[in-house]
């Protein structure tokens, strides 16, 4: 690799002089400790770094260069030591002695190598913290690394309240410490006993995002820092199969409103079977050629090292401040060169199994409880990472210095602690509607995407201190976002003259949903939405629940997200969509995040401009909140809700619409629609009913979540309260058919307690489709006025023909054409 080559230029009197400064804290420093050793480019980097900061004197929170590298490897080792007990002991002993039998785990479990690698990334990033006296935020791609994280928070007490209260640098609370790992135990309450997960938490001290999910922190870190903060991504090469998209970062960074970044990748060349694909394509050498091709500027140092670590993160901040610098003096033009970290090393480096398969998991092979051979590997090993309780004290205490230079603990890191709001929240524009609803003559019509564009740029404009992000693969005029195009523009390194394009624009597009899907959940201090086709809103999935699943269980813990709600737009949706094949027909977006947590992952269903509007004034006076909003883009839908009828609508949930109907206060059946066209539909047979003098009420359903039996605590405060649901839904009339934008089958689960038994029927798209037009969509699926009418004289027991013409009937059983009689 050239950047080893590079030592053989150095010079041996330049080296020995540079050794020679501050000589003895030098010395104990470059002796290492247990299997951290630091080797010659290293330790050239380090004095360099010291001409850097002005060694011998402290900088930052007052340690000295070298004393804090050699209290790094201290902690580091120590960290290590701890790590593989957590995986295989049940028993800690700060005397190191050797583990028996009894004092292992009867069923050991950890992600031990990921973990053993990613404790000198950790300590490094502590030391680059100290060095400068400024607390990065940290992300980890590899959620399930979460061992080092915690097992180095614990022994220099960065801990959250809920690892405090049971976890201390003694014999009692690290043996409860390991004893908790993979424990199992639920409370008397049902909910898990261990404050410690399998991967990152809520519980872990600076924590942004579980890390189960692969690739998306390397799509994420480029857009999470704002101006003024620095984050550190730490990324697995595994996960750099995952995600194309993560290649694109130089393209989206922006000295004027983004934050530095250092990312990581710990290249350790092994996934859970083999070796990753791309050690089998030439491990970091090759790695360096692919970044460089796509606009990076790779750095390789020892991944082994904490010291090397520091060095890099420094080192890429360097880099991107002065390439910052040339951008901001004319002398360079975007994209810059991003700086990217490559730390090598062995895969489980520091313990036995280094660089095997095993290591990802379970490196001793065999349970060292039971076999004889495994627990003296196990001691052997360990105790070369064992460090002496006095000295591992003496080094954890110069870790602990936040008050010299003023900065917060790394667990409350900028991006940890989010608390953003509207400082002006926006009037919405509301449109009135026609005198006589009942007459579809009088309608007024207008694509709801139009209020969903007003209130975003309106909010935007009206709070310039929120950095703006909108995610969008394609198609945004087509989707009517049109005016926020014009006023954000696409984020592009050469803007094309004639096209809404800047080098700073906030609209950040690509044919990719999880990348761009990426730039506004990341963008958490800032505001956002996401704009997608409904279809291809279920790539995004993955990225989405992420957010909903951490957030979620930071509001168990009593600590809710500070970040403002997000909307996740899903339009051109599925029966817009009737022309282009099976593959645009797809409302499984919608039906997946309604099986989320409701109070967390909230799915509304804008029925016209003023439901959208009234929708996009209140999600960004909310906050920790994925908002998905199927809504229809086409400028043919009518204005049925008044402005006081939207805010009520979204205020209970649901809403009877008293102009229509006949008369609901004798109704034999209720007509439920969600979705706009599902509404559209229904009205069509409310006429038709009137005409036959069939008693019925028609309710619109905008969020049929808050309708459902409650799984939770959290749920249950936000479920339409009984009164609401007593007025919409009488316990008397048991005649139910609800018409829905998704699968019938998932929107009647979530409904559960307004399901009446036989007297319950539910029609919407049951997987029919191809190259048709919206009406021709609506029949395949069964799904049209006349469906419901046909379903209706079921639920109330009386002839078909009493509602629905002969060459109506006709249709329906596929015994006539339905165009020009049904559709």
């Not at 609370?173 to 004893?179: F, M």
């Not at 959290?714 to 007025?727: D, F, G, K, N, T």
Request: with cysteine.
């Amino acid at each position: 690799m050239s950047e080893v080559n590079r030592v053989a230029e150095i010079r041996v009197a330049e080296q020995a002089a540079l050794d020679q400064r501050n000589a003895p804290a030098f010395a104990r420093w470059a002796a290492g400790r247990g299997p951290i050793r630091h080797t010659t480019l290293t330790r050239w980097r380090v004095n360099r770094l010291a001409e850097r900061l002005g060694a011998p004197g402290a900088r930052g929170d007052g340690v000295a260069l070298h004393d804090l590298l050699s209290a790094a490897d201290r902690v580091a080792s120590a960290a290590m030591w701890l790590v593989v007990h957590e995986t295989y002991a049940q028993s800690v002993y700060l005397d190191g002695r050797p583990l028996s039998p009894e004092d292992f785990k009867p069923a050991p479990e950890g992600h031990t190598g990921g973990a053993l690698n990613m404790v000198p990334a950790y300590v490094g990033y502590l030391a680059a913290n100290a060095l400068t006296g400024v607390t990065r935020g940290w992300l980890m791609g590899q959620g399930h690394c979460v061992a080092a994280i915690d097992s180095v928070n614990l022994l220099i007490g960065n801990m959250t309240t809920a690892h405090a209260e049971r976890y201390d640098v003694s014999e009692d609370g690290l043996t409860r410490y390991v004893r908790d790992f993979y424990s199992y135990r639920l409370r008397a309450d049902g909910t898990q006993d261990s404050p410690l997960g399998s991967h990152v938490n809520v519980h872990t001290a600076g924590g942004l995002a579980e890390g189960g999910y692969l690739g998306f922190a390397e799509l994420q870190y480029v857009h999470m820092p704002l101006p003024g903060e620095r984050l550190v991504a730490f990324l697995s090469d595994g996960a750099f199969e995952e995600q194309r998209g993560s290649d694109w970062a130089p393209r989206w960074w922006c000295a004027e409103d983004s934050g530095l970044v250092a990312p990581i990748m710990i290249n350790n060349g092994r996934r859970i079977d083999q070796r990753t694909t791309m050690a089998q394509q030439g491990g970091a050498g090759w790695f360096v050629r692919h970044l460089r091709l796509n606009g990076f500027d790779p750095i390789v140092f020892d991944g082994r090292d904490p010291a090397a670590f520091a060095w890099a993160i420094l080192e890429m901040e360097d880099r991107l401040e002065a390439a910052a610098a040339a951008l901001r003096s004319g002398k360079a033009r975007y994209p810059v060169r991003l700086p990217y970290g490559i730390a090598v090393a062995p895969k489980g480096a520091g313990f036995y199994g280094a660089g095997t398969n095993l290591a990802h998991n379970l490196p001793l092979g065999t349970n060292p409880r039971t076999d004889p051979v495994a627990a003296h590997h196990f001691n052997e090993h360990a105790q070369r990472l064992w460090v002496p309780l006095t000295e591992l004290r003496e080094a954890t205490g110069l870790f602990q210095r936040h008050e010299q230079s003023k900065r917060p603990r790394e667990r409350d890191h900028a991006l940890s602690a989010r608390d953003v709001e509207l400082r002006v929240i926006p009037g919405p524009e509301f449109r009135p509607v026609s005198r006589d609803r009942r007459d579809p003559a009088q309608w007024t019509r207008i694509s709801p995407m139009g209020a969903v564009d007003q209130a975003f740029l309106a909010a935007v404009r009206a709070n310039p201190h929120l950095r703006p992000r909108v995610g969008n693969p394609d198609e945004m005029r087509s989707n009517r976002m049109q005016r926020t195009l014009d006023a954000l523009k696409f984020r592009v390194s050469a803007p094309e003259p004639g096209i809404p394009e800047d080098h700073d624009g906030a609209v950040i597009t690509a044919l990719n949903e999880e990348a761009v899907a990426a730039a506004a959940l990341a963008n958490k201090g800032g505001i956002n939405i996401i704009v997608t086709y409904e279809a291809f809103g279920m790539k995004m999935q993955g990225a989405v629940r992420q957010e909903i699943i951490f957030a979620d269980e930071a509001n168990a813990a009593g600590r809710r997200a500070g970040w403002l709600s997000i909307p996740l737009v899903l339009t051109s949706h599925t029966w817009e969509n009737a022309k282009n094949e099976r593959s645009h027909q797809d409302p499984s977006m919608a039906e997946t995040l309604l099986g989320e947590p409701g109070d967390v992952s909230r799915v509304l269903f804008p029925a016209d401009y003023n439901t959208a509007a009234a929708v996009m004034r209140e999600v960004y006076q909310t906050r920790g909140q994925i908002w998905t909003l199927v809504v229809p883009k086409a400028d043919a839908i009518p204005d049925l809700f008044t402005r006081e009828e939207a805010e009520q609508l979204l205020r209970d949930g649901g809403l009877r619409l008293e102009w229509a109907g006949h008369p609901a206060d004798r109704s034999r059946v209720i007509l439920a629609a969600v979705g706009a066209y599902q509404l559209g539909q229904l009205l069509h047979a409310s006429k038709r009913l009137s005409e036959r003098d069939v008693a019925h009420s028609v309710i619109y359903l905008l969020e049929p979540g808050r309708f459902r039996a409650p799984r939770s605590a959290r749920e249950a405060a936000h479920v339409a309260p009984a009164e609401v649901r007593q007025r919409l839904f009488p316990h008397a009339i048991t005649a139910r058919l609800f018409l829905t934008h998704i699968r019938p089958e998932a929107l009647l689960g979530v409904l559960q307690p307004l399901h009446t038994g036989p007297g319950t029927v539910a029609l919407g798209y049951i997987n029919q489709g191809g190259t048709l037009n919206t009406g021709g969509l609506l029949f395949v699926n069964r799904a049209t006025w006349a469906h419901c009418l046909d379903a209706v004289a079921v639920l109330l027991g009386i002839p078909r023909e009493s509602l629905l013409e002969r060459e109506e009937l006709a249709a329906l059983d596929h015994q006539a054409r339905p165009e020009g009689v049904i559709i």
